[in-house]
């Protein structure tokens, strides 16, 4: 049975239908998958930091991490919104529980390495796969929330998408990035097209051209860097659309896909 890691977008959290969480039960219940659950939470940290009067920039998708802007990040991952996650869960007697990268040793992370100072950026060096698989094998979800600490005991902000990518790569299995858009689109005229898949190049050349923005960005580059030969697939679906979970995992085309290519440019 594959282990099915969802990245819960921020954008998306708080209006997804409560037929979400009964996919996710059915799947579970009917041994479809092993589902992990990543999440995010742009929106709620930027309404805090406005309320606590505290400014935030992005670079190439990623928040600029200063102490303070950290804390509010932990509040709101760790506090808030990881809580609300599991509590959605227990509703539809899901058995899940929250984390954050800190708790046994979740995810371990180093700085970012970014041109202009970022602050507290973390990327995944290594994940604890055995408490993982510990949790899976007794059917619990883990809810974790995107925070890692280094061996000085630092903690730093994870971009949600790469956190995912990461815990996917170590853990295997397939990868879906739940979000508040159908998928990676481009304007033309008045139409919306959406990219039914994209290779690392074509992905690379839409950043350049401004067609792949913001938090597009990680989100593509998590998806892709997650490809290997273990994991062979990465999915953008649209969180307003909870079928097409399940419709994903029969092999149906929603969405946009990125997929291994083992003689391909993804190495
Ligand atoms: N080409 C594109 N196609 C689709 N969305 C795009 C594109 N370029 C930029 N975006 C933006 O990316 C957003 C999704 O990334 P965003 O980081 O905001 O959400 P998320 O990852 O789901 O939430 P969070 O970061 O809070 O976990 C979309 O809402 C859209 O505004
Ligand atoms: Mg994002």
């Given at each position: ?9 921020g ?30 939470g742009?929106?709620m ?31 709101v991952l760790?506090?808030?919104i ?186």
């Open positions: 049975m594959d282990i099915l890691i969802m990245k819960i977008g954008s998306i959290q708080d209006k997804l239908p409560e037929s979400f969480y009964k996919t996710i039960a059915h799947l579970q219940q009917t041994k479809k998958c092993y589902p992990v659950i990543v999440h995010g742009g929106p940290i930027n309404d805090l930091l406005k309320k606590l009067d505290i400014p935030t920039t992005f670079i190439n998708g990623l928040r600029v991490t200063t102490t303070e802007v950290l804390q509010v990040v932990e509040m760790s506090g808030s990881n809580n609300e996650i599991v509590t959605q869960c227990q509703i539809q007697q899901l058995q899940a529980i929250g984390l954050s990268g800190i708790d046994h040793g979740l995810l371990k992370v180093k700085p970012v390495q970014t041109t202009e100072a970022i602050g507290f950026v973390g990327e995944v060096t290594e994940v604890n796969t055995a408490f993982l698989m510990e949790l899976l094998e007794n059917n619990i979800i883990p809810v974790i929330s995107p925070i890692g600490m280094d061996e000085m005991g630092q903690h730093y902000n994870i971009n949600g998408d790469m956190a995912a990518s990461a815990i996917a790569k170590a853990l295997g299995g397939k990868l879906a990035f739940i979000s508040n858009v159908p998928g990676v689109m481009k304007r033309k005229k008045n139409e919306l097209k959406i990219y039914s898949s994209l290779t690392k190049g074509e992905a690379e050349q839409q950043i350049k051209d401004e067609i792949i923005t913001d938090g597009m960005i990680p989100k593509v580059r998590s998806a892709i860097g997650s490809l290997s030969i273990q994991m062979k697939q990465a999915v953008i679906l649209n969180g307003l659309e909870p079928e097409d979970i399940a419709s994903y995992l029969k092999g149906n085309q929603v969405g946009t896909k990125f997929v291994y290519k083992e003689e391909a440019a993804y190495v």
